[in-house]
Structure formats: structure tokens, C-alpha cells
């Protein structure tokens, strides 16, 4: 395992980071205790989860991500300090969450003081604003005619993450976070909090995980230029494309119990013909390569310049042990040269 300063904390964290959101709905305690164990042996010491999960998100099973993982930690006290936990706060649009409500200095003392409480634990390493109050291309809306930013009220986007870094300077000067970071936010995003910080004197975020994989690249070059040049840990959520890089969902397939048989979770804005044909083109890459197209995807993924820790997921353990090994391979140049091929045939797959 390998292991890299996350931004500019104090923390050391492995390149891989173990996500949890199918815990709830598609894994059970004990399967989550199962990937946990296999996790660890495995040298990962990152743990991510968010106060909206499982997914898909609904009333019924809201906060359950996160008991499950308190249950764990409840359980194994002694290795608490030894994790780097990262966990959520919910923006807006979610009406069982604060009614909907934005992301507001108030709301995070509410959902952190929650988390803590569900995670059986007195702080959280990183604080994430799950995404911004603001609507921003991400979750599919990175098209134009999906997100358009000259309808956005700068000043009374400013005001708002003004009132939000009062409610993380309380936070951390409490002792209930040691950091905090973003999630699914931009360039802009980034460069306003930065500012922001210095002018109130509140520590910087040390990451930002955003959407990215071999069929999702927006934030290559640029945002991730940002995140290297700021010292901002880049850590890539989904970079199997909700599986659809591991070559399940080819020629209509919906293995039973995948993501893609869920509500809500049928492909969303993902199953797009040129993502079919950029998968099936990297399905044909891991085979030459012998190795699986999951493996490929994700040796991919760590290898891309400024990707600090990559966030992956599995129901499974054999899939969290197919996914764990790709982190060993190191992809030669011939693969990687036909992977760059089809990147740029297909950088946006969706």
C-alpha cells in the first residue's frame, strides 16, 4: 500500500479509500464488517462515507451508512485513531434532510453533531460539504444546455459560503473535525473558499472528491491543475462509472443486485452510446492486458497526475479483492497508449 499527505493536513492516507454507501441497502452489517476487515489487512486506512447514505437516498434508510460504520467503530475502539474518516453534510434538495434546506453554518452544526452521534466517534478527520448550494455541472449537468452559470448570484453565493466557514471554524476550533474539504464543486468553488479563508482567517480545505473515471474526465487538466497547484487532495468518487467499467451492464445486462437494478440508479445520465463503445473498447484493452476491466479502470485512475486517493466501492468481497489488487499493477506503455486512444475518442462517455 502506498500512502500520500492528503493536501495540506497533517494526515497520511492511503491510496485507496474504502467508500460505504452501499452499506445499508445493498450490504448488511456484517458485509460491511467483512470489507471492512479485508480493507485493513489490506493497508487502507481511508474511510469515506456522507450523512445522505445508502444510495439510492431516501427517507427510510437516511443516516444508516453511518450507524453501520459507528456499530464497527463501537466494536473496535482501538483502532479508531489509526482511520482517516471523512463523512458529509447534505446540500440541498433532499426535503427529509432539514427540509430541503441549503448547506448553512446552522446545518452544519446539526448534521455534524448527527454523524458524530450515528458514527460512535468524537471527531471526524475531514468535513465534506457534500455539494454546493449553487447548481454546478456535476451529476450530469455538465452539458450546456443543463447548467447555465450566468443565472448564478455571485454575491449571494459569496454570502452563503461565508456563513458556511463560520459554522467549519466552530467545528474545528471544537475539536469535532480536525479538517474539512469539498465535494462535487468547481474551479470557481474552489478559488472562492480559498479566498474566503484567507480573508477570515479560517484553515484551507485540504481535498475536494469529485466524479471521475476513464469515461468522465471534465476535471482533467484544469480543476485538477488547481487542486496540485493549491494543495488540495484530488480524490476520485465512482471511478468504475457506477460499474459500468467493470463491463457488467455490456449488451443490456443487469446483473441481479447491481446498482443499475435500483431506482433511481438505472444508468441515470450514464448509459450514453459513446460510453457503451469507450467501455467495450477498454473491456478488449484489460483482456490484452490480462487483467480485469475493473483492474484496468482503477490502476488507470491512480496513476493520473495529481490523484491523491481513489474512492472506491464494492457488494461484494471478491469485488473489494479484485478492486484492492489493481492498486499493485502498473500498467505498461503499450496499455496505456491504447487507453489514451480512446480517451481521446471518448473523453466524456456522459
Not at 457534500?130 to 447548467?147: A, E, I, L, M, S
Not at 480485469?292 to 495529481?306: E, F, I, M, N, R
Amino acid at each position: 500500500m502506498q500512502f500520500n499527505k492528503l493536501g495540506g493536513s497533517d494526515l497520511s492516507v492511503s491510496d485507496i479509500c474504502l467508500g460505504t454507501m452501499t452499506w445499508g441497502i445493498q450490504n448488511t452489517q456484517q458485509d460491511a464488517d467483512e470489507q471492512l476487515a479485508m480493507a485493513i489487512e489490506h493497508g487502507v486506512n481511508f474511510i469515506d462515507t456522507a450523512e445522505m447514505y445508502p444510495v439510492p437516498p431516501n427517507d427510510k434508510t437516511y443516516g444508516d451508512t453511518e450507524r453501520i460504520l459507528g456499530n464497527w467503530l463501537a466494536r473496535n475502539q482501538s483502532s479508531r485513531d489509526s482511520l482517516v474518516i471523512m463523512t458529509k453534510v447534505a446540500g440541498s434538495g433532499l426535503s427529509y434532510i432539514r427540509e430541503g434546506g441549503p448547506i448553512t453554518a446552522s446545518a452544519v452544526e446539526t448534521a455534524l453533531n448527527d454523524s458524530l452521534s450515528r458514527l460512535n466517534t468524537d471527531y471526524v478527520d475531514v468535513y465534506q460539504l457534500h455539494w454546493p448550494n449553487r447548481v454546478t455541472p456535476h451529476f450530469g449537468k455538465h452539458w450546456p444546455d443543463r447548467t447555465n452559470p450566468t443565472k448564478i448570484d455571485k454575491q449571494q453565493e459569496i454570502d452563503g459560503m461565508r456563513d458556511i466557514l463560520t459554522g467549519i471554524k466552530q467545528a474545528l476550533d471544537t475539536g469535532k473535525i480536525r479538517h474539512w474539504g469539498l465535494s462535487d464543486d468547481t474551479p470557481w468553488g474552489i478559488h472562492t473558499f480559498l479566498t474566503l479563508c484567507k480573508e477570515m482567517n479560517i484553515p484551507l480545505p485540504v481535498s475536494i472528491q469529485n466524479e471521475f473515471s476513464l469515461l468522465h474526465l471534465k476535471d482533467w487538466p484544469y480543476l485538477i491543475e488547481m487542486c496540485a497547484l493549491e494543495n488540495i487532495a484530488y480524490l476520485p468518487w465512482s471511478p468504475l462509472a457506477t460499474g459500468m467499467l467493470s463491463g457488467k451492464y455490456m449488451n443490456g445486462d443487469r446483473p441481479k443486485g447491481s446498482r443499475w437494478t435500483l431506482v433511481q440508479r438505472q444508468g441515470l445520465f450514464r448509459d450514453k452510446e459513446p460510453a457503451r463503445e469507450a467501455t467495450a473498447r477498454y473491456v478488449e484493452i484489460a483482456k490484452r492486458a490480462k487483467i480485469t476491466p475493473s483492474q484496468l479502470a482503477l490502476a488507470w485512475c491512480k496513476q493520473v497526475p495529481g490523484v491523491t486517493s481513489t474512492i472506491i466501492g464494492a457488494t461484494t468481497t471478491n469485488q473489494l479483492a479484485e478492486n484492492l489488487s489493481a492498486f499493485s499493477l502498473n500498467l505498461d506503455e503499450s496499455t496505456l497508449k491504447q487507453i489514451g486512444e480512446v480517451v481521446r475518442r471518448h473523453p466524456l462517455g456522459y
